[in-house]
């Protein structure tokens, strides 16, 4: 799909995509402007600030310590942290963290190890003043508590399927919740985006995720802007240009693309 509208993937993993170039060309072909390409462990960390190297002015990278890979890594938690520090002037965000309390990812990552991780990262939002990019599945309420108590300014929560009174609390401080693809079909996800304003809301594709068999890719997001209008019944030129404006604000990008 092509899109006249000038249009933000605010979280893709474009390290996992099989044919990068291919994939960022169909992007800019669909209307997209730029891309945040999110990190999640210690190797996609340092791929993203490469890709994000290469293709500088079009992909925007965020280094973050996934909940559900907190264990999956063999370098220490604070070193991995301590990473992220290190290179957080070359990133627009902190992302992608948070907490999941999937049973087969408390399992693996335990409640308190995802804390303290969580914990650690919104210290360094808070002192460096980046914003967050949240991952909250089934945390919807300590993943709010834990980033409002941290007095963290900024914060996206990724793909939100929560509760109404959550989503009302991180609306009310000012962050921003995320349309995916899933606004297609899902009906939590379909909620939350109805009800969030546009003045809080993002666009992304968390490509290469598989929505209903389809694997996403940047390009796809134009399809969350089709569905996203849809579902709210507004024009979809006002969307995109209230979405990209919300991005551009979140992550600082507005010296940075509004010319391109």
Same mark, same amino acid.
């Given at each position: ?9 605010? =979280?893709? =993993? ?5 044919? /990068?170039?291919? !994939? ?9 402007? !730029?891309? $945040? ?10 791929? $993203? ?8 002015? #079009? ?10 890979? /907190? &264990? ?14 290190? &290179? ?9 963290? +948070? ?15 995802? =804390?303290?991780? #969580?914990?650690?990262?919104? +210290? ?10 949240? =991952? ?11 980033? !409002? ?7 996206? #929560? ?6 109404? &009174?959550?989503?009302?609390?991180? %609306?009310?401080?000012?962050? #921003?919740?995320?349309?995916? %693809? ?17 003045? &809080?809301? %993002? %666009? ?28 709210? +019944? ?17 992550? +600082? ?8």
């Amino acid at each position: 799909m092509t899109s006249s509208c000038r249009l933000i993937d605010s =979280h893709a =993993h474009l390290e996992e995509l099989e044919d /990068l170039a291919s !994939a960022l060309e169909r992007a800019r072909q669909s209307g997209v402007v !730029a891309i $945040v390409a999110v990190g999640s462990d210690p190797a996609s960390n340092r791929k $993203v600030l490469e890709i994000a190297a290469k293709y500088r002015g #079009f992909v925007y990278p965020a280094i973050g310590l996934h909940p559900g890979l /907190l &264990n999956d890594t063999a370098s220490p938690i604070d070193d991995q942290i301590r990473f992220i520090e290190e &290179n957080l002037s070359d990133a627009v965000a902190i992302g992608e963290v +948070g907490l999941d309390y999937h049973k087969r990812v408390v399992g693996v990552s335990s409640k308190d190890l995802q =804390h303290r991780a #969580f914990g650690a990262v919104l +210290g360094l939002a808070k002192r460096y003043g980046k914003p967050v990019i949240v =991952h909250s599945r089934y945390a919807w309420r300590d993943s709010f508590a834990l980033a !409002a108590e941290a007095d963290v300014d900024k914060a996206v #929560f990724h793909w939100y399927t929560g509760p109404t &009174n959550v989503l009302k609390d991180i %609306l009310d401080r000012g962050y #921003f919740v995320s349309a995916t %693809l899933a606004v297609e079909y899902h009906a939590e996800h379909r909620r939350a985006v109805r009800e969030a304003p546009l003045d &809080n809301l %993002l %666009l992304e594709t968390d490509s290469p995720v598989v929505y209903q068999g389809h694997r996403s890719e940047p390009a796809d997001v134009s399809r969350v802007l089709q569905a996203t209008a849809d579902l709210k +019944g507004l024009d979809p030129e006002e969307v995109a240009e209230r979405t990209t404006a919300n991005a551009q604000r979140l992550f +600082g990008l507005e010296c940075r693309i509004l010319d391109s």
